[in-house]
């Protein structure tokens, strides 16, 4: 009898920790949603776009985002992003997907649509490390193999498992494992908007070199969707900044090659390149660069692709090669001019554009790029954007376009 008494007891001490335990941790995640931070942000743009053989286009689209993340639960936060994208005074262009396109009219890239581009949680726990899973942003580098395409109204995000550590003295590891790419157009009911991947993404970089930074990447793309996206890729890359300029330069060289892989019907092997040296007199800089996209021939899909990068930052603004490599490949020799003060900002670009072979009787256009940041507040910004695109290869259209920006960030 006494022996049932203390177990009952025992069993009643049990119950009543494990309700305080439960307790307090229902006040640790109402005080991390109550202590949370609320980011609401709008980008309202009119785009007209005029391409040969195709009626002039007008989008007027608005981008409402409204982001939540949670304070610390723990060693865990929580973080949540919806965004939508409204057509307003209908649409006069073709965002080139099924359910939405209009062939007929210039290409804008924005479809109309809502989705949720951001629902992840992260662990914290790891001195100097940061493990993330769920639908994330993933902005690598340059942005050039892996980003978010910022730039289009909805931006691209990835649901994956990913691992990112400065614990090592210098170096700075990610790691991703990814599952699926919620493409720009992932916003509307369009099965090609979110492709089913099995990606592995390696990146290092090491920071203590004495004039910039030294960089490795190795990135295992297995497109489940789209098999001609399957491949390997790795390269390096060596840049610098203001802090590690190479007497008072700063650079960039990098080089990639491409291998397809995991059933891609194209058989292939392609090499990238990307060389700028850049120079900062008092207020402006100035950049000259050439990036090589090679081609191991001239069929269709053995090029060197960049699926899951920010392809519209890219090889001029006028997004005539968006969203992929031209299948003779593309070599883009630019100058460009920028600079300003906290209340104005301009950049100045001129490209040549040429295919991968016969260097002499290979070219393919040349552009303008025009661009004004006005910059009221922290808060408000107006840009003002101009570019046009002349083709001298009949297998592209000269293309012009032209924005107006306002960017308001409310929360």
């Not at 090592?168 to 090609?192: K, P, Q, W």
């Not at 030294?214 to 399957?230: C, M, Q, T």
């Not at 053995?302 to 899951?308: A, D, K, M």
Request: proline share 3%; glycine share 6%.
């Amino acid at each position: 009898m006494i022996s049932k008494i203390k177990a009952n007891i025992l069993l009643s001490c049990i119950f009543i920790s494990s309700l305080c335990q439960a307790q307090l941790m229902l006040e640790d995640i109402t005080r991390a949603f109550e202590n949370g931070t609320t980011s609401l942000n709008f980008r309202l743009r009119y785009e007209k776009a005029q391409i040969d053989k195709l009626a002039d286009a007008n989008a007027t689209t608005l981008r409402s985002e409204l982001t939540f993340t949670t304070d610390n639960i723990n060693d865990f936060k929580i973080k949540l992003g919806l965004i939508d994208v409204s057509s307003i005074f209908g649409q006069d262009y073709d965002p080139a997907i099924a359910p939405l396109e209009k062939p007929n009219y210039a290409k804008i890239y924005d479809p109309k649509g809502t989705g949720l581009s951001e629902a992840s949680i992260a662990y914290l726990g790891i001195m100097d490390t940061n493990i993330r899973l769920g639908r994330q942003f993933i902005l690598l580098d340059n942005e050039r193999f892996i980003g978010s395409d910022e730039f289009r109204q909805y931006p691209q995000s990835f649901d994956a498992l990913s691992i990112n550590s400065t614990a090592l003295v210098g170096f700075n590891l990610y790691y991703a494992f990814i599952l699926n790419v919620n493409t720009t157009n992932s916003n509307v009911s369009f099965t090609g908007g979110r492709r089913s991947l099995r990606t592995h993404i390696i990146n290092l970089d090491w920071n203590e070199y004495l004039y910039g930074t030294v960089g490795a990447y190795l990135y295992f793309n297995n497109d489940k969707d789209i098999p001609e996206y399957s491949n390997i890729t790795y390269g390096i890359r060596l840049y610098s900044n203001d802090e590690n300029d190479f007497y008072g330069f700063n650079y960039l060289i990098e080089i990639a090659r491409q291998e397809s892989k995991f059933k891609n019907p194209n058989i292939y092997n392609a090499h990238y390149a990307h060389l700028e040296l850049s120079k900062k007199i008092e207020n402006v800089s100035f950049d000259l660069g050439w990036e090589h996209l090679g081609a191991a021939s001239a069929a269709p899909g053995e090029v060197f692709y960049t699926s899951l990068g920010s392809n519209h930052k890219f090889n001029g603004l006028a997004d005539a090669f968006y969203p992929q490599t031209p299948d003779d490949g593309l070599n883009d020799y630019y100058l460009a001019i920028h600079g300003g003060n906290p209340q104005l900002e301009l950049k100045l670009a001129y490209h040549l554009f040429y295919t991968h072979k016969n260097f002499s009787t290979s070219k393919i256009g040349s552009e303008v790029d025009v661009s004004i940041d006005f910059i009221f507040n922290p808060q408000l910004k107006l840009n003002v954007s101009y570019t046009q695109f002349h083709a001298n290869n009949i297998a592209f259209s000269d293309t012009s376009r032209v924005w107006f920006m306002l960017h308001a960030n409310i929360l």
